[in-house]
C-alpha cells in the first residue's frame, strides 16, 4: 500500500501574528512554524499502518524552501520519502490540484490529508482533491481501519459518529481522534539522521490557475481589561454584568 500525507507548513499557535502591505499579506517575520496539527495526527496513522502492514510513507507540501524543514521532521518521524511543491499555496484550489498531479503520478492508494489547516482554516483541500481524481473521501475522520483494499473509517458528525465502509484509492480528513495525541511521535537522534539521507524531491508546479485570492486579513478586536469588583460591592458586579456584558 502506497500512502500519501499532505502536510502543511503552519505558524505555531504561540506566534505573534500580524500582516504587512495594507494588511494583505501575511507577515513571517519572527514566526516559528511546524506540522499542521490535523497533518501530524494523519502523519503518525501512516507511520503506524507502514509499520502494522508494510506500507510506504511519502509526505507532500506545496510550498517554498523554508517549508524544507518541516519535511525533514516528518522524515524523522518516519516517512520514507518527501516532495515539495515550488509554489506559494496561493488558495485551496490550487493546492488541490498541485496534490492531485502528485497523486496520479504516484498511483498512491490511501491519500491523508487534515481536514484543516490552523492558519487559513479553509477545509477544501481534501475534498476537492477527491473530486478532481474521482476518488472515495471521508471528512473529519477520526478512525480508519485498513484490510487489503478495504477500509472502515469512523468520522464525526453533529452529535455523534458515524462508521463508513469503503475502498481504496480513498482520500480522508483527518484530524484529533484519527491517533490519540499519546501516540504522535517526537523525532528520535536515530531518525533525525536517517532523515538527512531519505529522498526530498522538489518539483515544479504545473500551470494551475488561482481560483480565489485574500482581498484583506483583520486581527481579532483585543479585549477590554478587566474590571475588579470587591467581593462585598454585589451590586456594582450584578449592574456590570446586565448593563455591560449583558450577560444577565
Do not use: W
Not at 478532481?132 to 464525526?156: D, P, W
Amino acid at each position: 500500500m502506497k500512502i500519501l500525507v499532505c502536510i502543511s507548513h503552519v505558524p505555531d499557535t504561540t506566534s505573534k501574528i500580524n500582516f504587512t502591505n495594507g494588511d494583505t499579506e501575511f507577515d513571517t517575520n519572527g514566526v516559528q512554524f511546524v506540522i499542521n496539527p490535523n497533518d501530524e495526527f494523519g502523519l503518525t496513522k501512516a507511520v503506524m499502518l507502514k509499520e502494522q502492514q508494510g506500507a510506504s510513507v511519502t509526505v507532500v507540501n506545496v510550498g517554498g524552501a523554508d517549508a524544507e524543514a518541516t519535511l525533514r521532521k516528518a522524515l524523522a518521524i518516519g516517512a520514507d520519502e518527501a516532495i515539495r511543491i515550488n509554489a506559494n499555496p496561493t488558495d485551496g484550489m490550487f493546492v488541490a490540484q498541485q496534490l492531485a498531479e502528485v497523486v496520479k503520478e504516484g498511483g498512491y492508494d490511501l491519500i491523508i490529508a487534515g481536514t484543516e489547516s490552523i492558519d487559513y482554516n479553509g477545509g477544501m483541500v481534501p475534498g476537492m482533491m477527491a473530486a478532481l481524481l474521482g476518488h472515495n473521501f471521508v471528512n473529519s475522520c477520526i478512525g480508519l481501519e485498513v484490510n487489503g483494499t478495504e477500509v472502515k473509517a469512523i468520522r464525526e458528525i453533529d452529535g455523534g459518529k458515524e462508521t463508513v465502509a469503503t475502498s481504496l484509492p480513498l482520500i480522508i480528513g483527518g484530524k484529533k481522534g484519527l491517533v490519540e495525541e499519546k501516540d504522535l511521535r517526537i523525532p528520535n537522534m536515530r531518525g533525525i539522521m536517517m532523515a538527512r539521507s531519505k529522498a526530498l524531491n522538489v518539483k515544479e508546479a504545473n500551470g494551475s490557475d488561482t481560483a480565489s485570492k485574500a482581498v484583506k486579513f483583520e486581527k481579532p478586536a483585543p479585549k477590554s481589561a478587566c474590571k475588579m469588583v470587591s467581593p462585598d460591592n454585589l451590586d456594582e458586579l450584578v449592574d456590570l454584568l446586565h448593563n455591560e456584558a449583558k450577560v444577565i
